[in-house]
């Protein structure tokens, strides 16, 4: 079974940086695209940056020069660097990959992890 696992969120001061980290964990076969997305209290979730396989990368335009997508694909992680940021990048941030697991190798299954709490004070 395939799990993705962020980790890294909690509360910093506004100008302050934080990592976060997902990790693809089970019988996985190969990663696609992978990405965050967050949704702050009473919106919508919405895309915050992803990279594909071959680290292309898209940012949301409220993130770009501030937030950094990447992936170590030997360890199936993925990793968000958030410098100067800012009370409205308070919000939960969920990791998402297109995954081909072990079960289905022609198959690209979309899979969400729980995610991760960042507060932003000001």
């Known amino acids: 079974q395939v799990q993705l696992v962020e980790s890294g969120g909690g509360l910093v001061q506004a100008g302050g940086s934080l990592n976060l980290s997902c990790a693809a964990s089970?019988?996985?076969?190969?990663?696609?695209?992978m990405g965050w997305y967050r949704q702050a209290p009473g919106k919508q979730r919405e895309l915050v940056a992803t990279?594909?396989?071959?680290?292309?990368?898209n940012y949301a335009d409220s993130v770009k020069g501030r937030f950094t997508i990447s992936r170590d694909n030997a360890k199936n992680t993925l990793y968000l660097q958030m410098n100067s940021l800012k009370p409205e990048d308070t919000a939960v941030y969920y990791c998402?990959?297109?995954?081909?697991?072990?079960?289905?190798?022609?198959?690209?299954?979309?899979?969400w992890g729980k995610g991760t709490l960042v507060t932003v004070s000001s």
């Open positions: 089970g019988s996985i076969f190969s990663i696609n695209a």
């Open positions: 998402n990959a297109e995954i081909k697991p072990m079960a289905h190798i022609f198959r690209v299954m979309n899979y």
């Open positions: 990279i594909t396989s071959g680290a292309s990368t």
